[in-house]
C-alpha cells in the first residue's frame, strides 16, 4: 500500500531533551516536506526536500533540523525542544514537488513539558 | 506572501443536502490548487489537485472549480452523507519548492 508513515505517532517529553520523528515513504517520491498545525494558525512548512541530500527552510524552521541522505526518509530533529514545539506534525511527499499530489502521513502529536 | 481564506469557517446541514465551501486566495500567480479533507486526529487526505490552466475537477460526489484570476476556488459537495463529516482544507501551491499555503478550512457536520 502506497504510504507515509510517521513515528512515533504521539510523543510527550521534556524541554531540551533530544528528539527525532521519524517519517518514511514507500512511493519513490522525490519531494518530500514538514508542516506543523496549530490552533488558529493552521498548517504551516518547517522545511522541504527536493530529493537526496537537498533540503531547504519553510516558514517556520527555528529550532528544527532535518536530514535527507535517503530518498524515502526524511527524519525531523528537534535539538532542544521547547514548549512551543508542543504541535501536531506532519510529513508529506509528492512525486514532482509541489506540481503534483501531496500525500500526507497519519500526523505525530508532541508535547513538550 | 499568500493569504487564504475559508468560508464559511463551520457549518452544520442534514443528510441529503448539497454544499459549496469557499477558497479565496490573495496571490492569483498560483501553480495549482488543491482541496484536502482532514479528519480528527488523523492526516490530510487529497481530494482534488486543480491545475492553474483548469477550469474544475471532478472526483464522485465532488466537484472543485477554480478562477484564478479572481482568486477563488469552490468545493460543491452534492448529496452530502454523514461520512462527509471532517475539516476541509484549501491550499494553492505558487509552483515554487516552498510549500503549500492553506487556509485555516470549513468544519463540516452532516446530521443523520
Known amino acids: 500500500e502506497a504510504q507515509v508513515t510517521q513515528n512515533p505517532r504521539y510523543l510527550i517529553t521534556v524541554t531540551g531533551k533530544k528528539l527525532t520523528v521519524t517519517c518514511s515513504q514507500n512511493?519513490?517520491?522525490?519531494?518530500m516536506s514538514w508542516y506543523r498545525q496549530d490552533p488558529g494558525l493552521g498548517l504551516r512548512q518547517i522545511y522541504y526536500?527536493?530529493?537526496?541530500?537537498?533540503?531547504d527552510k519553510g516558514d517556520v524552521p527555528e529550532g528544527y533540523k532535518v536530514s535527507r541522505k535517503e530518498k524515502r526518509n526524511f527524519p525531523l530533529i528537534l535539538e532542544s525542544p521547547s514548549p512551543n514545539q508542543t504541535s501536531l506534525y506532519f510529513c508529506?511527499?509528492?512525486?514532482?514537488?509541489?506540481?503534483?499530489?501531496?500525500?500526507f502521513g497519519p500526523g505525530t502529536r508532541l508535547t513538550v513539558l | 506572501k499568500q493569504e487564504v481564506t475559508q468560508i464559511p469557517a463551520a457549518l452544520s446541514v442534514p443528510e441529503g443536502e448539497n454544499l459549496v465551501l469557499n477558497c479565496s486566495f490573495t496571490?492569483?500567480?498560483?501553480?495549482?490548487l488543491q482541496w484536502f479533507r482532514q479528519d480528527p486526529g488523523k492526516g490530510l487526505t487529497s481530494l482534488l489537485l486543480?491545475?492553474?490552466?483548469?477550469r474544475e475537477q471532478t472526483s464522485g460526489r465532488l466537484n472543485a472549480s477554480l478562477d484564478k484570476s479572481s482568486g477563488r476556488s469552490t468545493l460543491y459537495i452534492a448529496a452530502s452523507q454523514p461520512g462527509d463529516s471532517a475539516t476541509y482544507l484549501c491550499?494553492?501551491?505558487?509552483?515554487?519548492?516552498?510549500?503549500?499555503?492553506f487556509g485555516k478550512g470549513t468544519h463540516l457536520i452532516i446530521q443523520p
Open positions: 508529506a511527499s509528492s512525486l514532482s514537488g509541489l506540481a503534483g499530489t501531496q500525500y
Open positions: 491550499a494553492p501551491s505558487g509552483g515554487g519548492a516552498d510549500g503549500l499555503t
Open positions: 512511493m519513490n517520491h522525490e519531494y
Open positions: 526536500s527536493m530529493n537526496v541530500e537537498v533540503t
Open positions: 496571490d492569483s500567480a498560483i501553480y495549482n
Open positions: 486543480i491545475q492553474s490552466s483548469q
